[in-house]
């Protein structure tokens, strides 16, 4: 059911006990010096390593003996490097190096080193996760294939064991062990063979991995999405040809069934994005990124990440200013920039608060938001918010746009009556209760 690699870099993870381990032959390859062992899978395993000069930690992935002899592989091993390298943006593990040790002959990969876990990691802890927290992991990776694919590079194994994230929460795509260029031949697969994960891959992948391109991969990660809001996947089933015959069909239960905190704008998202026929799916990540923005429903910063490294991070600082603009549909569209600072109406903040149960929350509004909720009595002066590009957090009241907003009266507490006390009666107001207080005086002076 899985594919022929699979790699945990998760370094929070029990790992298991490698055969062979290459630190009881090796203690470096290159110019990098092995520390650890942080997973394996049927290509070779993966080590932390660490670079003396740069003082930078890696993950270095190792071609196993077993497959060092065969060609093909090894071809493999390097294509995975070649795509890596065209590839530069947040949400994707960066290659680093690729080579061959002279003193070992081992071939090998040097990646960033992401030092968080897993979706799948996750989903094992959770069984699903929070509705803003797997839209944001979507989003993130959706960015990712939008880059990915406009560099001719089809991923063809979306699945949350291969969506590493950040302590941050910055999700990043690894793993092009199976990755396509659509503009070269390929000869990585053999004609009607197919190849990825089955619970995760289109129809037309599981037929033939040579017909995969860029709406496959929108359908694995609506298979992910899927998976991480509802805690199944879209299609189970016992074995390959079970799964392969209900994609065929192309019928799955509505995520809304599954979990009912998914509205129907979500549902919508997710019929589109595993639609059977690739025709019928979201032909570009962009067109997916627009539908994701445009729900609302991705949490600014996922729950499960640390609210301090997150607010350090260059990258969520981003997303976190850039996230109020309007999504524009036609990408050719220059951003006219504005003559002077935009009004401190439309600037936009980040505000964090504890809920009652004590678990730290964030949520993004604009000033003018701000204001009309102190105004309402529904936001108190107390509580912390800083500016979408700023990093320190300060009492509204701290700023000068909420300084002189007045403030509702507070209800008055009244001292609680005894059983000897009888409430002081007093006529109310005629234009407010006239019909039913001359009723009252009618009944009493017929008595």
């Not at 000069?53 to 070649?82: M, P, T």
Request: aromatic share 6%; with cysteine; hydrophobic share 35%.
């Amino acid at each position: 059911m899985d594919t022929m690699e699979k790699t945990n870099l998760d370094p929070t993870q029990p790992q298991l006990a490698l055969p062979g381990d290459l630190l009881h032959e090796v203690r470096t390859l290159g110019e990098y010096r092995i520390l650890r062992p942080l997973g394996e899978g049927g290509m070779g395993a993966v080590y932390l390593g660490y670079h003396e000069g740069k003082d930078q930690q890696v993950a270095i992935k190792v071609l196993g003996e077993h497959l060092a002899s065969n060609q093909g592989y090894v071809d493999r091993f390097y294509r995975e490097a070649k795509s890596g390298a065209l590839l530069n943006h947040p949400n994707i593990v960066r290659t680093l190096n690729v080579g061959q040790d002279q003193a070992t002959a081992k071939h090998y990969l040097v990646l960033e080193f992401v030092d968080g876990q897993t979706a799948q990691a996750l989903l094992d802890k959770q069984g699903r996760l929070a509705l803003g927290d797997a839209v944001h992991i979507a989003l993130d990776v959706a960015r990712a294939l939008e880059h990915a694919h406009s560099r001719n590079i089809v991923h063809r194994d979306i699945k949350p064991d291969n969506i590493l994230i950040t302590r941050s929460g910055v999700s990043k795509l690894v793993d092009l062990g199976l990755a396509r260029r659509t503009d070269e031949a390929s000869h990585l697969t053999a004609a009607r063979q197919g190849f990825g994960t089955t619970y995760y891959m289109p129809y037309e992948q599981a037929i033939d991995a040579k017909r995969a391109d860029g709406r496959s991969d929108i359908y694995a990660l609506g298979s992910t999405l899927y998976h991480l809001v509802t805690g199944v996947v879209p299609f189970p089933g016992d074995n390959h040809l079970e799964v392969v015959e209900k994609k065929n069909r192309g019928d799955f239960t509505p995520a809304s069934k599954l979990n009912p905190a998914v509205p129907p704008a979500l549902n919508h998202i997710l019929a589109r994005m595993l639609a059977r026929e690739p025709r019928n799916r979201y032909q570009t990540a962009s067109e997916l990124i627009v539908d994701l923005e445009r729900s609302r429903l991705a949490a600014p910063v996922p729950t499960f990440a640390d609210p301090n490294q997150a607010l350090q991070d260059p990258w969520v600082q981003q997303c976190l200013a850039s996230s109020a603009e309007p999504t524009r549909l036609d990408p050719e569209t220059p951003i006219l920039p504005p003559a002077t600072p935009a009004p401190a109406p439309d600037g936009v903040w980040v505000l964090r608060y504890h809920n009652p149960a004590g678990k730290l929350c964030r949520t993004q509004a604009t000033t003018e938001q701000i204001v009309v909720r102190l105004r309402r009595g529904r936001l108190s002066p107390r509580i912390e918010a800083r500016r979408a590009e700023g990093k320190n957090y300060h009492p509204l009241s701290f700023y000068p746009e909420f300084k002189d907003i007045p403030l509702p009266p507070r209800p008055s507490r009244k001292r609680p009556q005894t059983e000897k006390e009888e409430p002081a009666r007093s006529a109310p107001s005629e234009a407010v209760a006239a019909p039913w207080y001359r009723r009252l005086c009618w009944w009493r002076s017929s008595r």
